[in-house]
């Protein structure tokens, strides 16, 4: 684990600076709207995980890190449009986002509401207009797959059934697939993405880490329901006990405790059993595989 959280802090150094970079400047263009979108996406920093998905898995691929940084920046810019809409009133109403008020709490409702479509709409523009080195097939291939990721058939449906879950008892099948939307959906486009940049990769290769994907993100989502649970709001960095007070379903809430446990540990090492045939190319993405298990925060 020290491995990897050494190489974190290497993607979340290089993820900041990137999305400094694509993101409209404040100072040039200084104004609320830009101001809220740097605010919400840099101003609380954050785990930067998504991104880290996308360089371990473009690292195992050989593409460099150069390459990389669009694709990165573009789903980390996708999962902070989700954040501000996800906290406003009409949806959880949280006041607290990676330690700091929530974009409508900094500064209005309406222009939370404007930063999220316009943080959305610049990521598939970075996506759609950097240098991938890759054939336009290819970039297609990508920008569909982020958009189907944020829409009905990723965050957005995800979401949808979430708030439509509220104070009802889901069965344990119910909540998988909620959350293969809700939040799978964008990690397995950031595994993918990541491999996508390479000219190389080939289709076996890209289903393998798409199954390697949808373990991980049910494992990030049950520690996610763990940590609500046990975690405190200093650490956790948003209210604790949020999904318990919402009378939201749950890991836990269905589980307990201990069995969330456990199905997170299944799923840590199903995601391992998929990248046998990387060899050790595939170092970082196991180690990144252990990390969302045995996170804190």
Known sequence: MSDFNS???LYQQRIDKALDACLPNGQAQKNKLTEAMRYS???GGGKRIRPAMVYAA???MD???NILDTPACAVEIIHTYSLIHDDLPAMDDDNLRRGQPTCHKAFDEATAILAGDALQAHAFEILAASDLHVNDRRRLEMITLLATASGSDGMAGGQAIDLAAVGNRLTLEQLE???RLKTGALI???ILLGAMCSPTVTEEELAMLGRYADCIGLSFQIQDDIL???GDTETLGKPKGSDEKMQKPTYP???GLDASRKLALEQHQQALSHLETLGQRADTLRQLSAYIVEREF
Do not use: F
Request: charged share 25%.
């Open 7 to 9: 190489r974190l802090k």
């Open 41 to 43: 996406v840099i101003g």
């Open 58 to 60: 473009g690292e195992a």
């Open 63 to 65: 593409v460099d890190q």
């Open 177 to 179: 697939a909620m959350h």
């Open 188 to 190: 397995k486009a950031s």
């Open 228 to 230: 609500d649970v046990i």
């Open 253 to 255: 809430s269905i589980l």
